[in-house]
């Protein structure tokens, strides 16, 4: 079974990762497997991490080429993998009856394509194996994590079409666990890695790490970031975060392929570099920063204005008399003119306010952003385009006349 390809971008030769020592020693091992572990399908390959609390992938490392894309159905059946014993891998049991879907690693849509209609549904129909299943919060899987799916998908840069993708698990220290009856519990992954690696429309080799959360606090003595972060956000980060966190270790070339930096900025700066670990929070896909581009000015640590509470759906529609509250927890009075919300789709309204007094609040009537009942992103800016501070909410907190609130009352 053909399985993943370390020649299929041209020009480049992208080896399988390889494992650090700790590990190497808790992968699944067969003489079924080519090299002993790695399990291959249709276009892609899976290393299964089988420490007992874990059974899930390492890493499934994928291609795909988006010119030979076909619409398929959705006919394959989940399965296990005679390759691996029952005990390596999590079975049926591990997603029945509990809020977790059987994510897909590498997505069946994607895997979709062919030279003909009949391969391209076989390719598609072969990633209903349980090695390529992760127990995934149904709120993530169908939404954030869809979303980045989409974007690797239909990512506009690749020159010829031709994308690599390695997609796998996190573990923190303190991850959530479920116990089906009968069976040893299983750790829920408290988040998940995407790494794209292509050739950009200047023929050079092009890699964009991402890092999903669907557990945070699990995460939270591993996290490099100062800053407070969300659950079911996207961030892109630098490879090297990814190694650290699951023990991959990639081929060299992606490294330095790779546009976010993990300890040195550049020399002047010219990128405007905030801080290393570089983690950049993903609200939509002009965020996502490509080699050499200005990151924008965050200054979410340094001015203390924060956004509060809105008012999402004051009649069970998407518009009229929606409101975003904010307020100056600094001991100065800020200037506030010119400064603008912005939401996912980009829209923008100038503040009514100029001046805030501190420990003051000011309630934003909006009239151009139209707050979204299924989830949205607002984000904060000053009058030099500096973000001051930025929220989330998801369709679930949304309810008819009552406020979504961002900052507990016990926090202001």
């Not at 954030?144 to 690749?158: F, G, I, K, M, V």
């Amino acid at each position: 079974m053909t399985g993943y390809n370390p020649h299929f971008l041209n020009g480049f030769t992208i080896e399988f990762p390889k494992l650090s020592s700790n590990l190497s020693m808790t992968v699944a091992r067969s003489d079924e497997l080519r090299e002993g572990y790695i399990a291959d399908y249709p276009n892609f390959s899976i290393v299964i991490n089988a420490d007992e609390d874990k059974r899930s992938a390492a890493v499934v490392a994928f291609q795909f080429d988006q010119t030979l894309f076909k619409s398929t159905k959705r006919r394959g059946k989940w399965r296990m993998d005679y390759r691996f014993d029952d005990f390596d891998v999590l079975g049926p049991e591990y997603y029945y009856q509990n809020p977790y879907d059987r994510g897909h690693l590498a997505r069946r849509s994607t895997a979709g394509f062919g030279q003909t209609q009949t391969e391209a549904q076989r390719n598609a129909n072969e990633t209903f194996y349980y090695t390529n299943a992760a127990l995934q919060h149904a709120n993530l899987n169908q939404d954030e994590w869809l979303s980045l799916e989409e974007y690797a998908r239909n990512l506009q840069d690749a020159q010829d079409g031709k994308v690599l993708s390695f997609n796998g698990c996190i573990y923190g220290d303190t991850d959530r666990s479920i116990t089906p009856d009968g069976l040893p519990i299983a750790r829920v992954p408290a988040g998940f890695f995407k790494v794209l690696a292509f050739v950009n429309q200047e023929g050079e080799l092009e890699v964009r790490a991402f890092i999903q959360y669907q557990d945070r606090e699990a995460l939270r003595d591993k996290q490099a970031s100062r800053r407070v972060g969300y659950d079911n956000v996207v961030y892109q980060t630098s490879l090297m975060e990814v190694e650290e966190l699951t023990g991959l270790i990639f081929d060299p070339k992606m490294y330095s392929a790779n546009p976010l930096f993990f300890s040195n900025q550049p020399d002047g700066n010219p990128m405007n570099v905030v801080d290393t670990p570089e983690r950049i929070e993903i609200t939509r896909n002009e965020d996502i920063i490509s080699p050499g581009q200005t990151r924008k000015t965050i200054r979410d640590d340094d001015v203390d204005v924060y956004l509060i509470a809105a008012l999402v759906n004051p009649d069970g529609v998407d518009a009229g008399n929606e409101w975003v509250s904010m307020i100056n927890l600094s001991g100065n009075e800020i200037d506030m003119t010119g400064w603008t919300l912005v939401d996912r789709a980009s829209k923008r309204e100038q503040l009514s306010i100029t001046k805030l007094a501190p420990g003051a609040s000011h309630v934003q009537h909006l009239s151009v952003i139209q707050l979204n009942n299924n989830g949205d992103t607002l984000e904060l800016y000053d009058a030099d385009g500096a973000r001051i501070d930025w929220v989330i909410y998801q369709e679930k907190e949304v309810k008819a006349g009552k406020p979504v609130l961002f900052m507990e009352p016990t926090s202001l």
